[in-house]
């Protein structure tokens, strides 16, 4: 049994998936796209550019078939669009070495695979022959991707579902010994008969010969059992998920703005210039783990790309929710 190594799944979608998806759910409302089931197990993120966020508004009339372009931008204002965040890149993104077979093979992609070294690693989710060609991307359909993804997601909740509940347990002994502790000193009598009266309570469940204490090992090793059983499961699940998904790596060096992009992509929730200052201490990567880091080099970093927004409370989060022609966020 070993742990699932992805516990967050970053993804970049390109527009032809999202539009292909709008349409699906505009047809038949009935199932979840296979976008929002991921991200709602809190183990995917789907992020996209601005130039795929406009490619879906301007070309959706044009993909769109056996429904109306305005029953499936209705979908995908309603549906989707609330699962994802965009994420603004400068221009000069597309300058970056990486990328030039694809500005070669369709300039339209650029971004999307500029986006994905900035998060990397990431799953670029595409069927575009610029990105499958050029490495970005696998040669699985979308749908295939798509369900290999909620497969992932789904196993690393459960298995993060357990791993809480174990946690939740022990920090419930740990306090109860604690107050235990406290009782003892403020009130030694008090204690005494407490201490009594446990013990005579599991006296009483062991009982003569230990009968009952036998059974109630024997239920506790037959549902050790299952769940050792069960997290084996969620391995190999895991493992046969991952088997299927390509990940797009980091390439260069990294600087203040892609570890910062890497940190905030999976973080569960936004993070100030301190907090992300000692994350990337303890990463120890060239250029992020040096000690001359400082809170305020990444404030001024975060605060000159406009990929990065500043919340209340001086707390850091990557990218935005979806705009739509009207001006009007989600």
Not at 58 to 75: F, N, P, Q, T
Not at 94 to 103: D, E, N, T
């Amino acid at each position: 049994m070993s742990r699932p190594s992805h516990p967050v799944t970053v993804v970049v979608a390109d527009a032809m998936i999202l539009m292909r998806m709008s349409c699906r759910l505009a047809l038949d409302a009935g199932p979840t796209a296979l976008a929002v089931d991921a991200t709602r197990t809190g183990h995917a993120r789907i992020y996209i550019t601005a130039e795929v966020e406009r490619e879906v508004i301007h070309r959706m009339e044009k993909v769109a078939k056996h429904v109306s372009a305005e029953a499936a931008l209705e979908a995908w204002r309603r549906l989707l669009a609330p699962s994802i965040t965009v994420v603004d890149l400068p221009f000069g993104d597309v300058l970056h070495p990486a990328v030039r077979g694809i500005v070669e093979l369709d300039p339209d992609d650029v971004l999307t695979g500029a986006l994905a070294l900035l998060v990397g690693p990431a799953l670029v989710w595409s069927e575009d022959h610029s990105l499958t060609d050029t490495g970005f991307a696998s040669e699985l359909s979308w749908r295939e991707t798509g369900e290999a993804l909620v497969e992932l997601a789904r196993t690393e909740a459960a298995w993060a579902g357990g791993l809480g509940l174990t946690a939740l347990t022990s920090t419930a002994l740990v306090e109860l010994a604690k107050a235990g502790a406290r009782f003892a000193r403020q009130g030694p009598l008090q204690a005494l008969g407490l201490g009594l009266g446990v013990g005579a309570a599991l006296f009483g469940l062991v009982g003569p010969g230990g009968s009952r204490w036998a059974r109630t090992r024997t239920a506790f090793t037959a549902g050790g059992r299952f769940v050792v059983k069960y997290a084996n499961e969620l391995a190999v699940r895991s493992e046969a998920a991952e088997a299927r998904l390509y990940r797009v790596q980091p390439r260069g060096s990294d600087g203040l703005v892609e570890g910062a992009a890497r940190r905030l992509a999976r973080a569960p929730q936004p993070m100030t210039a301190s907090e992300l200052r000692d994350a990337l201490r303890r990463s120890r990567r060239p250029g992020l783990g040096d000690r001359e880091v400082t809170a305020a080099a990444i404030e001024r970093a975060l605060a000159a790309h406009p990929a990065f927004h500043r919340l209340t409370g001086k707390r850091w989060k990557l990218g935005r929710p979806v705009r739509f022609p009207n001006g009007l966020d989600l």
